[in-house]
């Protein structure tokens, strides 16, 4: 264990399933290249670093006033008062990238069933929200939620025939792909958010 590790109190993961992996070591990528929806001709992963536990609290653990997802945001463009939709907060390389996460602060652990039940329709509503928007095919969901223990969810827009961004491949299409320019970037923005409040709630682009 380094000193950077004992000082924050930390050890080596212990498990069965931790024991069988080799750490330290360079894994091939050759899988990442060989699957069908890869857009990889090659790739080089850094060495299998060490798995150390107790894990850093993620935002808003410790402290709610860290919790990004519970202030007010001028990127937020459509809620209902129990949801809310936020986009325009980062560069992308796809036509419209957004989070979808509760106005309270819940996890997905103990989120309430009443506001899990809204969840479904709320994605529906979404997914026809994006392919709203000029040249695009699909609407992509993913859930990571290691930044912030905020329940919260991604929608990507998949650019219409555009099959190498087919799966999870296209996240890495939208951190190398050219940067929507501004104007179409909040264009594609004032689309979604218009095309949900038809459906109910209030779109926030002016």
């Known amino acids: ?38 857009s990889f001709e090659e790739v ?27 202030r007010p945001s001028e990127h937020t463009i459509w809620t209902d008062g129990t949801w809310q939709v ?3 907060f980062t560069r992308t390389g796809l036509p419209f990238v957004g989070g979808i996460a509760p106005v309270d ?12 039940a809204g969840l479904g329709p709320l994605m529906q509503r979404l997914s ?13 969901f993913s859930r990571w939620g290691d930044g912030s223990e905020h329940f919260h969810l991604w929608a990507l827009a998949r650019p219409a025939g555009m099959m190498q961004g087919r799966g999870a491949m296209l996240a890495f299409w939208d951190d190398v792909l050219p940067a929507v320019p501004d104007e179409l970037t909040a264009e594609h ?18």
């Open 86 to 88: 936020r986009s325009g």
């Open 105 to 116: 602060h819940v996890l997905l652990d103990n989120a309430p069933v009443e506001l899990l």
């Open 128 to 140: 026809a929200a994006v392919k709203a928007v000029p040249g695009v095919a699909r609407c992509h």
């Open 189 to 206: 923005r004032r689309i979604v958010a218009e095309h949900l409040a038809g459906g109910g709630g209030e779109s926030r682009v002016s």
């Open 44 to 70: 080089r992963l850094r060495p299998l670093g060490p798995m150390m536990v107790p894990e850093a609290p993620r935002s808003g653990t410790l402290d709610r006033a860290e919790c990004g997802h519970c």
């Open 1 to 38: 264990m380094t000193d950077d590790h004992a000082a924050q109190g930390q050890e080596p993961a212990d498990s069965p399933y931790h024991r069988t992996l080799p750490v330290g070591e360079r894994l091939s990528g050759q899988p990442l290249v060989d699957d069908a929806l890869s």
